[in-house]
């Protein structure tokens, strides 16, 4: 359990580095270092996203770590690697949508058309290398369209850029600003779908729509190549990490996102869940709050087979977030 407390406080303070972070690797600290890491700066990172941290000589206890994982996942095992808002920025998103709630309001878009670039990084010319074919890429398309067109989203192939870049491949340290600022294309309602071979254990990472004012550069989703329809992830080969990262771009939040606490991931009708599931755990109940844990939804981490849609509720959220950071920015 010390070895997942370093984790989550290194990965912590990181998080506020930008998503790039998010691939970096974990560094097991030394006593001396363990004690330097009990910083302001430590509890500070902390506190950021776990409510329940009262004081900074709670950081170091078992109870605060597994809280930090209910609610965030363990940064070193996350399938996701999409950097948590921090609480005063998702607060300030609430603000901005007028407290969106299932139903709520009118809401200027609620569907549309959004281009596609891909962006295939390799670091050879092979299938090996990490240059996957078109089919791969035109499959990844029908499975966003599959999970997207009946809340009213429609994703065009608007093109595909091919780089064979060994020091980008990983998307790791300062490759991924790099590589973005080279082929990112489009404005806010443009989808920038990066495909590589990237690190660390993690199946991709996504940037929020709330984001995009400050870090329009980075703007987009990356994914690893082997998580494609076709590819060798199993199980979760068929596209359904896209889906997923494509969600956090259109603005939600993992259907654990804190915990069995009320306001969880914002949304009124997905259950809360404590932590995030994997393979396919049918009839799981981890909150006391009405519901089974929704394993089936695209906002969790199970197997892609086991994901099968959104909700009501994260239609609106997307449809509102879309509206308000990025459509005609």
């Not at 998080?15 to 560094?27: H, K, L």
Request: aromatic letters at 8%; one cysteine or more; charged letters at 20%.
């Amino acid at each position: 359990m010390r070895a997942n407390w370093k984790r989550v406080v290194m990965a912590s303070v990181m998080a506020g580095a930008g998503v790039a972070a998010c691939t970096a690797s974990v560094e097991i600290l030394t006593p001396e270092e363990e004690d330097a890491a009990r910083s302001e700066l430590v509890c500070t990172a902390l506190t950021d996203v776990v409510d329940e941290i009262a004081a900074c000589d709670e950081i170091a206890t078992d109870d605060v770590v597994a809280t930090y994982i209910a609610k965030n996942g363990n940064p070193g095992t996350d399938r996701c690697g999409t950097r948590h808002l921090t609480v005063e920025e998702r607060e300030l998103v609430e603000q901005e949508l007028g407290g969106l709630g299932v139903g709520a309001g009118s809401l200027n878009v609620t569907g549309g058309t959004i281009n596609v670039y891909f962006h295939v990084i390799t670091k050879g010319s092979s299938r090996a290398d990490g240059n996957v074919p078109d089919s791969m890429l035109n499959a990844q398309l029908n499975v966003l369209n599959g999970a997207f067109t009946s809340h009213g989203w429609t994703f065009v192939h608007a093109g595909t850029t091919r780089t064979n870049n060994a020091t980008w491949y990983t998307m790791s340290g300062g490759a991924e600003k790099e590589a973005k600022a080279a082929l990112r294309q489009g404005g806010a309602d443009t989808l920038n779908f990066y495909v590589a071979g990237i690190g660390g254990g993690l199946l991709g990472w996504a940037t929020f729509p709330s984001s995009y004012r400050s870090k329009a550069s980075y703007d987009g989703v990356v994914v690893l190549n082997e998580s494609l329809p076709g590819g060798s992830a199993v199980p979760y080969d068929k596209g359904d990490t896209g889906t997923h990262e494509v969600g956090h771009w259109m603005g939600l939040y993992h259907t654990f996102q804190g915990g069995c606490s009320r306001k969880n991931d914002y949304v009124d009708d997905t259950p809360a869940e404590q932590g995030p599931q994997f393979d396919c755990p049918v009839g799981a109940d981890t909150c006391s709050s009405p519901g089974l844990d929704p394993i089936e939804n695209f906002m969790d981490y199970t197997d892609d087979a086991c994901m099968d849609h959104f909700t009501a509720g994260q239609d609106a959220r997307m449809d509102a977030q879309f509206t308000r950071y990025r459509a005609g920015k």
